[in-house]
């Protein structure tokens, strides 16, 4: 694979260029260690296909979701009308997002304020790549026989009805595909959603996470497919508090895919 | 004659007591704020054919689903034969619809007693699952006294009916065979005939069952008609206005407050002249602050517990359950009514939905994953009202707990919700 060459919005304004696509990476994507590499997995698979993109770099700021369902609509709109103020001097059409989130809140609640794009999610962008025939699964070993199955992001499946693309990215490997028992509109949240990601969980018997992992343990999967930032470091924390490390991997299906491209 | 005038007497007082209750009902939620749900007439019009007539979102729980198609199916078509019960009361008769509806009208009594057996074997389903089996889902803190009683009832209320009704019929049926008066022929009664060896062979007693059981159902129904406005039952008719007025944005989709944009547009561009909006908090302290919606809502809830039983924070033990949330908003908006009548309008009971109802502990384990609005089978939204009373707590108190304050502040400060320099946003394309 060549080098990660990733262009920023205001290097390709300073060359006259605009991208087709804008890559919103999202505050994940950006600090968070784990999920910094589901963002190189992205541009890695932008880049493969050659599909011209860019991101914001440092004039990308957290999008308000967090705020907003937190209740600060205060901080969520001034988040959204300042970004929608550097999306549309960018004159941005198409957004490609790493975190159902971002995708939700840009997708949904920005065209009220000014806002209006296309959004769509990594896991659509990479079905649509799928279906074109630019990503194939040349090396089809890394995942042969293994037992995958797709944990469904609240923001994705029952916030918006994107149940198929990541599953669609899934079955194109070698690979033997679960469900567990809560999947699709009857997900389990991984307990991330609403702001809880950022507080302590109010008393109770357990935690969400763990509550999810069990799930997962019980249709006995070897990768559990994530989409998401957040689910991705709440089901990675109940792996390693259940002690399944060995047994169980966390991957997003960005990863999976730049692995399955060989990239 | 005296019984068909008391029979209309009963039958208008009955009517008259219902429409001054539903009234109510209707002024109590009529007490909420504004929300417009007048758009896309026609998309409404399909998801309340499809959610409330098509019981589209039971079956998700066949056994469940399948038992209260009986009796749903039961109860619509049973109403015909109350509208034969009603003009023959009305008007001495005895069943008015067998000459015009000849032959059919075998078919519909039949029908009616095959129905009628149906509800009643899911009704003593449902009994005993709540009573027996303890099923999970109807149990929980917020379904003790009252809520438990009240589904009991219903189920026990509807068991009298259908065994009246039955007994009627069987009655009629004996009565028939021995060519007795004006019990003419008609009708079919694959049900009762089964019953009809129980009953005495007498004609004099037979007519006193028939009669006994003709006004026992009739005034039982009328009863019933007026219990709805005090029960979960009352979802029987909201259904279908409450899936009417659903959210149709995509479920992910908070509300964008206005009130906001208009205070935050004017800090951005000080020219800015906002639109006109009402004054008022922002978010829900009391159920007055939610909008006519939430409340149709909470009135239109059966407490079936759905959404409880897949919320992630009451599965693991959290206080959170999105149904006592509804309850507690139908609760306090019909306590907030109950004092508007009793006590005037400047009346104040110092009492809120949040904190005398619902605490902040509930409120702040919810993680807005949407469980509960999909569960719902009349399209319930629970995660508008916990939004809506985070908002009053965090913009109007800021009162959210210490950790989101921080978050809060991250964001507002570097453009995310960690403690991270907005410089070093793109540092992850360098390390490999």
């Excluded at chain 2, 005037?344 to 949040?354: A, H, P």
């Excluded at chain 2, 904190?355 to 384990?365: G, K, P, Q, V």
């Excluded at chain 2, 809506?388 to 210490?402: G, Y």
Aim: proline share 4%.
């Amino acid at each position: 694979m060549n080098e990660l060459h990733i262009p920023t919005m205001a290097q390709m304004a300073a060359e006259g260029k605009a991208p087709e696509i804008l890559f919103w990476v999202g505050c994940a994507g950006s600090f968070d260690e784990r999920a910094q590499k589901i963002t190189r997995s992205i541009c890695k698979i932008l880049q493969h296909v050659g599909l011209s993109y860019a991101v914001l770099g440092t004039e990308e700021s957290c999008t308000g979701d967090p705020a907003k369902r937190a209740g600060n609509e205060f901080l969520f709109q001034m988040q959204a009308l300042t970004n929608i103020e550097v999306l549309n001097a960018y004159a941005v059409k198409k957004i490609v997002t790493g975190c159902p989130h971002c995708f939700n809140t840009l997708k949904n609640e920005y065209p009220q304020l000014g806002g209006n794009y296309e959004v769509i999610h990594h896991t659509e962008l990479i079905q649509q790549l799928i279906d074109e025939g630019k990503l194939k699964t040349e090396d089809n070993e890394s995942f042969k026989g293994k037992r995958i199955t797709y944990h469904d992001a609240c923001y994705l499946g029952r916030g918006n009805n994107v149940y198929e693309a990541p599953r669609n990215a899934l079955q194109v490997l070698d690979a033997e595909l679960v469900e567990m028992k809560r999947c699709r509109s009857n997900g389990l949240c991984c307990g991330a959603g609403g702001a809880q990601m950022f507080k302590e969980a109010e008393p109770g018997k357990k935690e969400i996470n763990i509550e999810r992992i069990e799930d997962a343990i019980e249709a006995k999967a070897q990768i559990v497919a994530s989409a998401c930032p957040f689910c991705m470091t709440m089901l990675r924390d109940g792996v390693k508090i259940k002690e399944k490390e060995q047994e169980i991997q966390v991957l997003d299906i960005a990863e999976i895919t730049a692995r399955a491209n060989g990239l | 004659m005296i019984a068909q005038l008391v029979f209309l007497i009963i039958l208008a007082a009955a009517v008259f007591l219902f429409s001054k209750n539903t009234g109510k009902i209707r002024r109590n939620i009529l007490l909420g704020k504004d929300a417009d749900r007048s758009d896309q007439p026609a998309l409404r019009w399909k998801t309340m054919a499809k959610v409330a007539l098509g019981q589209s979102k039971m079956g998700k729980r066949p056994v469940a689903a399948i038992m209260h198609l009986f009796i749903y199916v039961g109860f619509v078509i049973i109403n015909i034969e109350v509208l034969e019960i009603t003009i023959d009361g009305l008007f001495g008769s005895h069943r008015v619809f067998s000459r015009p509806l000849g032959s059919l009208y075998g078919l519909l009594i039949g029908g009616f007693e095959i129905l009628a057996l149906l509800v009643l074997v899911s009704c003593v389903v449902f009994l005993s699952r709540r009573n027996l089996l303890k099923l999970k889902r109807f149990q929980g803190p917020e379904m003790k006294e009252w809520p438990r009683s009240d589904a009991n009832y219903i189920l026990f209320i509807e068991i009298l009916l259908m065994t009246a009704f039955l007994t009627m019929n069987a009655a009629d049926y004996k009565l028939q065979a021995l060519h007795f008066g004006h019990y003419i022929k008609a009708g079919s009664f694959p049900v009762s005939a089964l019953i009809a060896p129980l009953l005495p062979s007498n004609a004099s007693s037979l007519v006193m069952i028939e009669r006994g059981c003709w006004w026992f159902h009739i005034i039982g129904i009328l009863a019933f008609l007026n219990y709805l406005p005090y029960s979960k039952h009352f979802h029987i008719l909201l259904a279908f206005p409450n899936t009417y007025y659903s959210k149709l944005s995509p479920k992910g989709q908070f509300s964008n407050m206005a009130s906001v944009t208009n205070e935050v547009k004017a800090m951005v561009d000080p020219s800015f002249v906002p639109a006109a909006t009402e004054p008022g908090r922002f978010g829900a302290k009391d159920a007055t602050d939610l909008t006519w919606k939430n409340l149709m809502d909470a009135y239109t809830c059966t407490e079936c517990g759905r959404c409880t039983s897949v919320c992630p924070a009451n599965n693991t033990g959290k206080l959170l359950s999105p149904r006592k949330i509804m309850m507690d908003t139908r609760d306090r908006i019909t306590e907030i009514g109950n004092n508007l009548d009793k006590q005037g309008k400047d009346f104040q009971d110092n009492k809120t939905l949040l904190d005398d109802y619902i605490s902040r502990e509930e409120l702040w384990a919810c993680t807005t994953c949407n469980a509960c609005t999909e569960a719902c089978p009349v399209n319930i939204d629970p995660l508008n009202i916990i939004t809506e009373m985070r908002r009053f707590i965090v913009m109007e108190e800021s009162q959210a707990p210490p950790s989101l304050n921080n978050m809060f502040s991250n964001v507002e400060n570097n453009g995310a919700p960690w403690k991270y320099s907005n410089a070093d946003r793109m540092n992850w394309a360098e390390s490999d």
